[in-house]
């Protein structure tokens, strides 16, 4: 089995399961994480996130488009170090607009009909992670990198 098909078996179902994810961003050299929302295209490619354009995380964005946004499904127990998966999926943020930003938040409520007053107000923006790479450890050690498009 080749390597997409494995992570595309492996992330489908993770990323389909858990709602909320870590974004990393970079605030002139300081790191800066942020609990998010999520909603992950079929494909794997992209990631919906939503935020208010009024936070430290969206001034973070519009002055350095990369980041890193971490996915897992630990349950805080001695067995996560064997059973957990922990997901980084890197790549490249920006606001999206138009048509694409209109069927992004449709698919972002569907998944998170409890944010829709919040993904619909016009101070928020919805942005889309073009994933460049998922990195995955699991059974503690093991490490899977897939670099899409390669």
């Known amino acids: 089995m080749n390597l997409a098909k494995t992570m595309q078996e492996?992330?489908?179902?993770?990323?389909?399961?858990?709602?909320?994810?870590?974004?990393?961003?970079?605030?002139?050299?300081?790191?800066?994480?942020?609990?998010?929302?999520?909603?992950?295209?079929?494909?794997?490619?992209?990631?919906?996130?939503?935020?208010?354009?009024?936070?430290?995380?969206?001034?973070?964005?519009?002055?350095?488009?990369?980041?890193?946004?971490?996915?897992?499904?630990?349950?805080?127990?001695?067995?996560d170090t064997q059973e957990a998966v922990a997901v980084t999926a890197i790549g490249e943020a920006q606001e999206v607009t138009g048509d694409d930003c209109a069927r992004l938040r449709a698919a972002y409520i569907v998944r998170h009909p409890y944010l829709a007053g919040f993904a619909s107000s016009p101070s928020c923006a919805i942005v889309r992670v073009t994933v460049k790479s998922y990195v995955v450890v699991r059974r503690f050690e093991e490490v899977l990198e897939w670099r899409l498009g390669e």
């Open 10 to 79: 492996l992330l489908q179902p993770l990323l389909a399961a858990q709602r909320y994810a870590v974004l990393a961003t970079d605030n002139g050299g300081q790191p800066y994480t942020s609990l998010m929302a999520f909603a992950a295209s079929e494909d794997l490619q992209a990631l919906t996130l939503v935020t208010e354009r009024a936070t430290h995380k969206y001034a973070n964005l519009a002055a350095n488009r990369r980041v890193a946004v971490f996915i897992d499904n630990r349950e805080n127990v001695g067995a």
